[in-house]
């Protein structure tokens, strides 16, 4: 069963969690990271892999108790607001890593010409720049979902000077950001 990750945010808006994987509403889940490739099929991070039947990736998964025992969940009970807190900090984290991928990371890559070296991503890869760019986007648009739900109830959103920097960086990258001033 595919459950899909704007129907949770929405359960969640409605003050309830639901298990990911079976849809089972609860006050509390289990918020914690497996690499089982069956739990591919609900993952949120999962939605774009291409082959479902084998990503051992880690993934964060939102689970009732019988599901974390089914998909060897390693995580911990947790309420909307720890759970919300977790995916903040699995944002913060991936838009890091899209940022450092885009500035030096993809240099690494095998078939990246010695020359080429100096140049930008854009300029050397178009095509992969534009894959790169389009998947941060969507990270910061997932934040500003999670940031919004901080605001609508009024509870500080944790580690705030996170934001700040991260824009400073990605303007000194020569990129733009949703999260900028
Ligand atoms: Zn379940
Ligand atoms: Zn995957």
Redesign the pocket.
């Known amino acids: 069963m595919q459950v899909d990750w704007d129907k949770t945010i929405n359960d969640i808006l409605a003050e309830k969690m639901s298990c990911q994987a079976c849809g089972t509403l609860g006050e509390t889940m289990v918020v914690g990271y497996t690499r089982n490739p069956d739990a ?1 099929q609900f ?1 949120s ?2 939605k774009d ?1 291409i082959d ?1 039947t084998d ?1 051992d ?1 880690r ?1 964060l998964v939102v689970v009732c108790d019988d599901c974390a025992r089914q998909y060897r969940v390693n995580g911990e009970h947790m309420d909307e607001a720890g759970m919300m807190g977790l995916l903040l900090e699995e944002c913060r984290t991936n838009l890091e890593e899209s940022i450092d991928y885009l500035s030096t990371y993809w240099k690494e890559e095998g078939e990246v010409e010695y020359e080429d070296m100096q140049k930008s991503l854009l300029e050397v890869d178009p095509d992969l720049f534009r894959e790169e760019d389009a998947w941060r986007r969507r990270l910061e648009e997932e934040y500003m979902q999670i940031h919004r739900w901080f605001r609508d109830r009024g509870i500080p959103v944790p580690n705030p000077g996170w934001r700040s920097q991260y824009v400073e960086d990605v303007i000194g990258l020569g990129y733009t950001t949703l999260l900028g001033d």
Do not use: S
Request: with cysteine; aromatic share 0%; charged share 35%.
């Open positions: 591919a993952a991070r999962c892999c479902k990503c990736a993934k």
